[in-house]
């Protein structure tokens, strides 16, 4: 389940996003039943590349878990954050697309309840219920993204939903660049002193984002402007090089190359 535990407030206010409740809420349904197919694709024990210390059980038990952990918060209306939890799948991998269902359903059920404004905890702004849809939704995008890739599967995704995903990532980035986050995973990333200029290139609305690292944290903003390294491609493409799922060589890089490993590099999580 997600292991970041964050109450912050930002300079700017937080990007909440350009999917619908509807919609988010929809893709969210399609994408646990595209995982739910991709997962049954290979053996139960093989490892996960891009999450080496994973196997595919593995990775469903995370999923699965982070839908549960999550769905709680929201039932509950918590103020605070509940203790992580484990959740295994089933043995039988035929059953795993079913278990991963039921916990999709069980949190957009919550959020559904609750109205995706009611206030509960969450580890980064907005502190509304409907954060968990989006943040689960695009969790599991990435997540699917690692099982096809393992299986040598073709990805796709939707482009505003990998648009999306992207000002999602980079707002998880601003929270925990700043050093006053309770885990400031991504300080490391304000010594680069350095824009990036991310381009998406298949004409979603806001599918550019001119992000800079200051020594206080990463800021950024929707916008085209010259930065010291600009990263052009579709938006799928470009959310899974943000994330480290494709190497910078499946987009176009122009500027500082050095620049966009060394970020590469001070973003792992």
Known sequence: PPRRRHLLTYARPVDEGDLSYERCAAEFAAETARL??????????????TCPEWTVRDLVGH?????????????????????????????????????????????????????????????????????WLRKMLHDEVVHRADVELAAGMPFAVAGDVATDGISDFLDTVAALSRSDAEDPIFTGLTALGATLHLHGTDGEPDSEWLVEATPEGVTWRHGHAKADVAVRGPAPDLLLVMNRRLPPSAVEVIGDRDLLARWLDHSRF
């Open 63 to 131: 999923v699965g878990a982070g839908h549960r952990w999550s769905a709680g918060i929201v039932e509950d209306r918590l103020a605070a954050p509940p203790p992580l939890m484990r959740a295994d799948p089933p043995a039988d991998q035929d059953a795993w697309p079913g278990w991963l269902r039921d916990g999709a359903d069980r949190l957009a059920a919550a959020v559904r309840a609750a109205g995706s404004e009611a206030p509960v905890w969450t580890w980064r702004a907005p502190h509304n219920a409907g954060f």
């Open 36 to 49: 739910g197919a991709a997962v049954t694709a290979l053996e139960p024990d093989a490892l996960v590349p």
